[in-house]
């Protein structure tokens, strides 16, 4: 396949344990009466417990090394699973680590942070609307030192890294092919919206016919930038592969009904939904991506958006890292 030979040629380090498990959620898909649920594994990658960035930073990680860099620097929420992954990245490559989290110092180390701080990355807390400029701070600091800092942004979610989601979409297409099975729609938790980029394009690529829809964590309904945005990280990801394809903001499936209390606030919705994936199947969900994500999932087929003859894939992000930082939000009092 010429797309494979495209991506082949980019610089890439290997931190993901690939392909990542497919298999079907029978036990979920009889208690809610659904459509057949399969599900993608890649709370499975396996860095640092594993999770969505690994399939960015393999790419973003070669393409920092073939700059010569010897810092990376990121930034996200206090439990971003992005900033843990990119930490253990660094460590796995020998890269100093700057992670820029939005907020107050949290009083404890717990969860993802806990995690940070044992794969030996430096935090910088930040109020969360200067996220970016202090990661422009801390970097013109580290070369006013003569160290080569590179800066990943949010999420990970730029061209480069996209491209590790074209990559997940032909794993996927190869993995159902082998299985002789057909996706009617692919569900998923979208945030900065490198992922959805991802699979926007490399469902294009690979001829998928089903649905692509994201379900918003933080995006609002009519957020028309976001759409732009992903469009545009799309089809940077296709440019670097050579590819003419495009992704348009209008082709994008984006469902925006579960924003609930907002970003990380935990409600009934994501506390129902993580209990239900793991007491049927044994799979652990986190709070703030995959318990919105999952929920929207049991909420759309209790509504009955999927007929029963359907097939629903949930493609698992990996979040399970965070449950511990949200002990009070999950037990009952
Ligand atoms: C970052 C993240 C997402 C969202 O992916 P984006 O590419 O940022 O849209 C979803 N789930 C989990 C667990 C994440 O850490």
Redesign the pocket.
């Known amino acids: 396949m010429q797309l494979t030979e495209a991506i082949d040629r980019l610089p890439r380090q290997r931190l993901a344990n690939l392909p990542t498990p497919l298999h079907e959620l029978p036990r979920l898909s009889a208690e809610l009466g659904g459509p057949r649920l399969l599900i993608k594994r890649d709370d499975l990658t396996g860095l640092a417990t594993g ?3 690994t399939r960015k930073l393999e790419f973003l990680l070669a393409d920092a090394i073939e700059q010569g860099a010897d810092t990376l620097i990121t930034a996200g929420g206090p439990q971003s ?2 900033c843990r992954q990119t930490a253990a990245a660094a460590a796995k490559a020998g890269l100093d680590c700057r992670l820029v989290l939005g907020g107050d110092p949290a009083p404890r180390r717990e969860g993802n942070l806990l995690l940070d701080d044992l794969l030996g990355a430096h935090i910088h807390w930040t109020p969360k609307p200067e996220r970016n400029a202090t990661m422009d701070r801390v970097a013109d600091e580290l070369r006013g030192e003569g160290r080569q800092p590179y800066v990943i942004p949010i ?1 990970g ?1 730029n061209a480069v890294g996209s491209v590790g989601y074209i990559l997940a979409m032909i794993e996927l297409h190869e993995q159902l092919a082998a299985a002789g099975e057909t996706v009617d729609t692919i569900v998923f ?8 980029a991802g699979l926007a394009m490399g469902a294009k690529l690979t001829g998928f016919t089903g649905r692509v829809l994201a379900i918003s ?1 933080d995006v609002e309904p009519g957020d028309r930038a976001f759409l732009e945005e992903v469009s545009s990280v799309a089809n940077g990801a296709a440019d670097l592969l050579g590819r003419s394809e495009r992704v348009a903001p209008d082709e994008l499936a984006i469902n925006c009904d579960y924003l609930g209390g907002g970003y990380g606030v935990v409600g009934d919705h994501e506390r129902e939904a993580i209990r239900l994936l793991a007491s049927t199947e044994g799979v652990l969900t ?1 709070p703030v ?2 318990g919105r994500g999952v929920g929207a999932l049991v909420d759309l087929i209790h509504k009955g958006q999927f007929s029963q003859g359907q097939t629903v894939l949930y493609w698992h ?3 399970e890292s965070a449950l511990h930082a949200y002990v009070d939000h999950l037990t009952d009092p």
């Open positions: 999770g969505n960035k699973n992005h999420g979610s938790p979208t945030s900065s919206g490198g992922t959805q964590v986190g991506y995959s992000t990996g979040d």
